[in-house]
């Protein structure tokens, strides 16, 4: 441990002794820095630098944390775990005096609760007879869970678990920086070949007893992986005298050699009852913690189902999916738990689905465990903001646009979205790279500079390279950055040469960097902090020291591509790592500053994990940037959104007390949350959805004028047919009331006029829920059992742009709303069409106020989602919830109808200033050339019902492949 990081310990040690937190100011911090640096000074020392230990102590004890949201199922369950279980345990406390030297005491003890939640929804390991918990647990991308699974094995072995199987993804660099993780966390020593404990390193100096070393059977070398011959050096020791960890990748190799061990004489201890031939192992309890649990682990084949509707036991699941459920189904007693940040693909999971061989499927029954992020983390809600009929608000300005690595006019250039493994990147026919990665390794030489500055010197610093899956594309990439970092280095060393590049510098620097620090200290200040802004001189005169110290890392799946930071710990590693897939899941690149992306991959779930740069950034956010199409922003922009709705949604029916189980029918049903691959959701053809308590919203546009005249028509006849209706509706509320000045509401429009609008409509076809004819199959299924008879219906033309427009009734309309978007190829995308308050036009006070405070009675401060203060507007899900509870004249949909502005307004309207090789320009034009009309647009807010009644909603594969991508 360095002598910064002692005197940081123990100044957090002092001032945890404080009785009162309030009194812990930053100057009692610098106080106590003060008295710690004394303490552990020695007179020939270099000083440490106390300003920086004090500005890390005040980060800490700024940070919170949420407590964590859970599902239960308590079937067949014994509640176990208690504060008298706990004494003694040593694995636990070694870990939790570890963690308190690097992390705030409220985020440990965070870390302890969601722990205890976790194991304590498990079993018992005592508990005598069989016994089997699955259960999820989902956090943010890059948040830590790898901390929170080190914490839970900890205890888990202190509880009496004997068997550890962690799944470490699906490659070796991610298994053996799992491995790293948990010798330094669990096992307290560093592995080696021949199964002997190595150098002590990790939770070995808070407790040195070797006695307690766990066993393990896999090590961190390249080929440290599990296999039968390995498993023979450790044949003398048994597992019921002290836990044994194996840390293994999902192969079909390892898993079998490692199922073929389990069912050896060795560890067997008995036959099935059943089936004498198959043999289990009943004295030894199990824990299998599958990290990455979307990838690999999910059935992608066919669940055959027998007439009676129940699952066909003799179906063959596939190949990883099989070796995981049989290793479960070899122990008697077994626990389950898997780690995900985008659970999309394991919601999915057939929750009755079994096989004789196999046993059960891995959905999470047992429990669902939502994690709270710390106030410092940095996820896809806090990057990218909210998105509103304004546009997106409250995003940091950290991304970047591209262009040069492709010309779509000739589908070729450095890097375009399809090619093959023999595809060399050229920019402009010339083996060099694109100035905007030339202008992104600039970035990252100016950030590690500026870190150098802050003295963050000695952290970790990293850039990721993302362009391409292909290996063989990737040892290009990786050779054109090394020429051009060498160059970069020499010139800036020999001084020749060096004016233009520090005038490309000195551009970013007052064009990008200075603007980005102020506008993030005034957007976030709590995540700026008091990271100061060196001067240029200061930025120039260790850029030399940054450029010699930067190495070129490709990252293809080998161990020994790991990325191991512990190496650097004490200088702190500067690394440019370059790689596809291997870079994608799990991988942690610390100190992550600078990210150049061009995947196309479309599928949420891909796309969420592939977003290395999430994750924490104490003292230098403001230097981050995400070099990125603007499609792909669009994407992580989208996803975002929905990844919100899954937790807002999981948090209700936390509150309510719900299951897992009726949390996976209410996802399965879900009209956005269906983005994951179809062979994961194990319906490649048709999904059931259900609209109950939902808001659809046509985002997706038609830019064809006879599609054009045919919606504007609909809605015409709609208007003629409902007769009058009430203008400039007013609704009281408790402080302001809402004023709709230029709409229309009409109340207890009969269903059949709503049907025959949205058969007329014509929507477009990649529309991802607002499908007219889909929408009307649910209203009239809903209609058979008596529901959705009677709706409102509004006519909302609120906003400042085009010309007078007289329906045929002679209702007029004066002004048309405008809504950001993008041009497509033969549509129009916006980001939401529907204000929130506009679900409640129809709503009066008394009602419109329960809403409110349902919502808040879900609501919990989280600023990883950028939830800070408590709203002070209903949800829209609420007020839907609301129409529900309400029943009467309240117990309808709402159709709103938003007569859009035909004029473009871009979403982004960027202008590359000269001399910036990066950057895209956008300019106004009409939608649709001639049509001076209003574009129709409509959303619909559906009450909630728990009916039950669903649609067919149909996918065609081939489709999904060309427009989101392989199944990955």
């Not at 960890?245 to 060795?266: A, E, H, M, P, Y």
């Not at 930067?550 to 080998?558: A, E």
């Not at 599609?707 to 007769?723: C, E, H, P, S, T």
Request: hydrophobic share 35%; charged share 25%; aromatic share 8%.
């Amino acid at each position: 441990m360095s002598d910064i990081e002692t005197v940081t310990s123990l100044a957090q040690t002092l001032l945890l002794a404080e009785p009162d937190r309030a009194l812990i100011t930053p100057t009692l911090i610098a106080e106590k820095v003060k008295l710690a640096a004394s303490l552990i000074q020695k007179a020939d020392a270099i000083p440490v630098d106390q300003s920086a230990v004090t500005r890390e102590l005040i980060r800490r004890f700024s940070r919170w944390i949420q407590k964590a949201t859970t599902l239960h199922n308590t079937e067949g369950h014994i509640d176990w775990l208690s504060s008298a279980r706990k004494n003694g345990w040593r694995y636990w406390k070694r870990y939790q005096n570890y963690l308190e030297r690097r992390l705030p005491d409220r985020v440990v003890a965070s870390l302890d609760d969601s722990t205890d939640e976790i194991l304590g929804a498990l079993e018992d390991p005592r508990r005598e007879g069989a016994w089997d918990r699955r259960g999820l647990v989902v956090g943010h991308v890059q948040s830590g869970k790898t901390g929170n699974y080190s914490g839970l094995i900890c205890k888990a072995a202190d509880a009496g678990y004997k068997i550890i199987i962690v799944l470490a993804g699906m490659h070796n660099n991610l298994r053996s920086q799992t491995q790293i993780r948990l010798e330094e966390a669990f096992l307290g020593y560093k592995t080696s070949d021949d199964g002997k404990a190595g150098t002590p390193l990790g939770v070995f100096e808070f407790d040195s007893d070797q006695k307690i070393n766990p066993n393990c059977g896999t090590t961190r070398a390249d080929n440290g992986d599990f296999n039968r011959g390995k498993a023979n050096t450790f044949a003398a020791i048994s597992p019921e005298q002290l836990p044994w960890l194996f840390v293994v990748k999902k192969n079909k190799s390892v898993l079998t050699q490692l199922l073929g061990w389990i069912q050896s004489d060795r560890v067997a201890d008995a036959s099935d009852p059943a089936d004498s031939k198959r043999k289990i192992v009943t004295h030894l309890p199990l824990l299998v913690v599958d990290d990455e649990a979307d990838n690999g682990s999910v059935n992608t084949g066919e669940v055959p189902l027998n007439d009676d509707g129940s699952i066909d036991e003799e179906h063959s699941p596939k190949v990883i999916n099989s070796l995981i459920r049989q290793i479960l189904h070899t122990f008697s007693k077994s626990a389950y738990v898997g780690y995900t940040a985008t659970p999309f693909a394991n919601i999915y999971i057939h929750s009755k689905a079994a096989t004789k061989l196999e046993g059960k499927d891995l959905f999470p029954e047992a429990f669902i465990v939502n994690l709270s992020a710390p106030s410092n983390y940095v996820g896809p809600a806090r990057i990218f903001g909210r998105e509103t009929t304004e546009g997106r608000v409250g995003g940091l300005p950290l991304s970047r646009d591209i262009a040069d690595h492709f010309d779509p006019k000739t589908k070729s250039g450095w890097m375009p979205p399809k090619h093959k493994k023999d595809h060399a990147p050229a920019y402009e026919g010339q083996d060099s790279l694109p100035p905007s990665l030339r202008d992104a390794i600039y970035s990252f030489a100016i950030a590690c500079a500026v870190r150098v500055c802050r003295g963050q010197g000695t952290q970790h610093s990293s850039m990721l390279v993302h362009v391409t899956r292909l290996v063989d594309v990737q040892k290009h990439v990786t050779r054109q950055v090394e020429e051009f970092v060498l160059s970069t280095r020499l010139k800036i060393k020999t001084g020749i040469d060096r004016e233009p590049i520090l005038e490309t510098m000195l551009h970013l620097w007052k064009s990008d960097f200075l603007p980005t620090s102020a506008d993030i200290a005034a957007i976030s200040p709590e995540l700026f902090e008091d990271a100061r802004m060196p001067t240029w001189a200061e930025v120039v005169a260790v850029l030399k020291q940054v450029l010699d110290d930067t190495i070129i890392m490709p990252v293809h799946g080998t161990a020994k591509e790991a990325l191991d930071y512990s190496d650097k710990e004490k200088l702190g590693l500067k690394v440019i790592a370059i790689g596809g897939e291997k870079l994608a899941r799990g991988l942690t690149l610390e100190g992550l500053c600078t990210s150049y992306f061009v995947r196309t991959t479309k599928m949420y779930d891909t796309l969420m994990q592939m977003g290395r740069w999430f994750g924490y950034r104490p003292g230098y956010v403001d230097l981050c940037r995400l070099y990125t199409t603007p499609d792909l922003v669009e994407w992580f922009e989208h996803i975002a959104d929905a990844s919100e709705e899954l937790r807002e949604e999981f948090d209700a029916m936390a509150v309510r007390g719900l299951t897992p189980l009726q949390y996976g029918l209410r996802v399965k049903s879900h009209p956005i949350m269906t983005v994951t691959s179809p062979v994961k959701m194990r319906a490649s053809e048709t999904l059931k959805l259900s609209y109950s308590g939902t808001l659809v919203q046509t985002v997706a546009l038609l830019r064809k004028k006879d599609a054009l005249q045919k919606n504007l028509d609909a809605a015409d006849m709609l208007i003629a047919r409902m007769g009058d209706g009430k203008y400039a509706p007013r609704q009281e509320r408790d402080s302001t009331d809402d004023v709709w000045a230029q709409a229309t509401l009409w109340r207890d429009v009969d269903t059949g006029h709503v049907l025959s609008f949205l058969d007329s409509f014509e929507t477009h076809g990649d529309a991802t829920s607002a499908k007219s004819q889909v929408l009307a199959d649910f209203v009239r299924k809903m209609n058979a059992i008596g529901q959705l008879k009677l709706w409102s219906v509004a006519l909302l033309p609120a906003g400042a742009s085009g010309r007078p427009h007289v329906f045929s009734t002679g209702l007029t309309i004066s002004n048309f709303p405008s809504r950001s978007g993008n041009l497509t190829k033969d549509g129009y995308s916006i980001g939401v069409l529907t204000d929130p308050s506009d679900e409640a036009i129809d709503v009066e006070r008394e009602h419109w106020k329960h809403a409110l405070e349902m919502t808040l009675a879900e609501w919990k401060p989280d600023p990883a989602r950028g939830r800070r203060t408590p709203p002070t507007r209903p949800s829209g899900k609420k007020v839907r919830a609301m129409r529900e509870i309400a029943g009467g004249t309240l117990d309808r949909p709402v159709l709103m109808i938003y007569p859009l502005s035909p004029e473009q307004v871009p979403k982004r309207e960027a202008v590359a200033e000269e001399g910036a090789s990066s950057g895209s320009t956008q300019t106004r034009e009409p939608i649709c050339v001639d049509w001076s009309s209003p574009v129709i647009a409509f959303a619909i807010s559906f009450p909630s019902s728990e009916t039950g009644v669903k649609v067919d909603y149909e996918v065609n594969y081939r489709y999904w492949e060309q427009e989101y991508g392989a199944s990955e």
